[in-house]
């Protein structure tokens, strides 16, 4: 049974094959029919059928084996084989096919290709690691914003992205090397610069009904650990010695990004913080001879809460966004 996406159905209605009005009831019924608004779903394409994971297998195949041989005359060879590879099946399954998995598998081969491509050539010259890393990173944001140009594969905005920052960050270190001491606060303030971004690609398409939403998606789950990983860190949970005062601002930055997570109905943050309160817990447990069963008591007591906010995430989304004011609703995703 073929599987359609909400920016497949947008397509149709531009094409004039049904009308705004068909495509909106069609999405209520779905939405009635599961139970739950489609805006809440946090819906994206990701395969539409075996014949996607069938296609990315051939792909993977032949660009491991075209990588391979051109390896064999040199690694510039092998990794610029990768990058024309990549974009060549892109015309077909992306462009032609709009396949979603091998889309994004073939993204990330062209990206990777090009940033393999620059180091390769930078390490011929005496540059630092961080200028090896660097200036291609910044090859690949290019790369992936010409990518995007012509093929809009959602994911393709995260990954320019994320190669953007690593630039930034990398050639910084190199030029300013005193910036690695600040290597937390400047993981904090690219992951709400990314954030930031996320939320103005959330916010035009609050109803989440095009590739836009897609897009959202992918910037905050890579957005979220840039975030919440520096902030876990300045707490001192990774230097194993887990006090009840550690703990306890554990949960509340926990509560505190449920909050942010259910506000703008991404659960990315959530997802990304959870092994963080795991392991403060297990270790908090051992610390006091719950050795054992440690980490099952917290993963017991952490799955049930989840499961139970899954099952309640419209109610409480209903419930929360009634205490922001009006201009902030109106930069949420809808609530239906």
């Given at each position: 049974m073929p599987m359609y996406s909400d920016d497949e159905l947008e397509s149709a209605v531009q094409a004039g094959v049904m009308t705004p009005q068909v495509a909106t009831a069609f999405r209520d019924y779905?939405?009635?029919?599961?139970?739950?608004?489609?805006?809440?779903?946090?819906?994206f394409r990701l395969i539409s059928g075996f014949n996607d994971i069938f296609v990315v297998i051939a792909c993977l195949l032949l660009l491991v084996s075209i990588t391979w041989i051109g390896d064999s005359v040199s690694l510039l060879f092998g990794a610029i084989l990768q990058t024309i590879t990549a974009w060549g099946l892109a015309e077909y399954f992306t462009r032609q096919r709009r396949m979603a998995l091998p889309s994004i598998v073939l993204l990330l081969a062209f990206v990777g290709g090009v940033l393999a491509t620059g180091m390769v050539l930078l390490e011929r010259f005496d540059l630092s690691t961080d200028l090896i890393i660097g200036a291609p990173s910044a090859a690949a944001a290019i790369a992936a914003w010409l990518h995007w140009l012509r093929f809009k594969v959602p994911?393709?905005?995260?990954?320019?992205?994320?190669?953007?920052?690593?630039?930034?960050?990398m050639i910084l270190f190199a030029?300013?090397?005193?910036?690695?001491?600040?290597?937390?606060?400047?993981?904090?303030?690219?992951?709400i610069a990314l954030f930031i971004l996320a939320m103005k690609w959330d916010a035009s398409d609050r109803s989440r009904q095009t590739r836009r939403s897609d897009v959202a998606f992918w910037l905050h789950l890579i957005t979220a650990p840039l975030i919440v990983h520096p902030v876990f860190s300045a707490l001192g949970v990774f230097d194993g010695q887990v006090g009840l005062s550690q703990a306890s601002a554990v949960v509340m930055l926990y509560v505190v990004i449920a909050i942010v997570s259910i506000s703008i109905d991404r659960r990315a943050m959530m997802v990304s913080a959870l092994i963080y309160?795991?392991?403060?817990?297990?270790?908090l447990l051992e610390h006091y001879g719950i050795i054992s069963?440690?980490?099952?008591?917290?993963?017991?007591s952490l799955g049930s809460g989840l499961l139970l906010l899954s099952a309640f995430w419209?109610?409480?989304?209903k419930a929360l966004l009634q205490f922001y004011p009006h201009f902030i609703q109106q930069r949420l995703p809808s609530l239906r």
């Open positions: 779905v939405a009635q029919k599961r139970a739950t608004p489609t805006v809440d779903e946090e819906y994911i393709t905005v995260a990954a320019g992205t994320a190669a953007l920052v690593a630039s930034v960050v030029l300013i090397p005193e910036t690695r001491q600040w290597v937390t606060p400047i993981t904090f303030i690219a992951g309160v795991l392991y403060a817990f297990d270790t069963l440690g980490f099952a008591f917290t993963a017991f419209h109610s409480c989304r």
